[in-house]
Nanobody
């Protein structure tokens, strides 16, 4: 069982930046691809970004490409999401997820473990 704990959310003005962190309890963290998803009120959960288990491959939703960067430290069992040039439409609860795969996936159903989420609110 992998436990994931997100942190770093908060309130920021449009154009600002936030960095989310997701700490994993699993000592074999390096075996898991990691994903970031978000869910806004009244909307379905959507893919944001993901990274392979080794960190050598990443993927992004078109809506965040060029603004968000996903990275990981396998030494620290942590995955990060650097969010720049934030927009009000980025407002959502952000979740990290771990998948039992070396390659990253964009489908939420392919991830086995989820964090509790952290709120990101971008004011205009």
């Amino acid at each position: 069982q992998v436990q994931l704990v997100e942190s770093g959310g908060g309130l920021v003005q449009a154009g600002g930046s936030l960095k989310l962190s997701c700490a994993a309890s699993e000592r074999t963290f390096s075996n898991y691809a990691m994903g970031w998803f978000r869910q806004a009120p009244g909307k379905e959960r959507e893919f944001v970004a993901a990274i392979s288990s080794s960190g050598d491959s990443t993927g992004y939703a078109d809506s965040v490409k060029g603004r968000f960067t996903v990275s990981r430290s396998n030494a620290k069992n942590t995955v990060y999401l650097q969010m720049n040039s934030l927009k009000p439409e980025d407002t959502a609860v952000y979740y990290c997820a771990a998948g039992s795969s070396y390659v990253w996936k964009y489908r939420a159903s392919t991830y086995n473990y989820w964090g509790q989420g952290t709120q990101v609110t971008v004011s205009s």
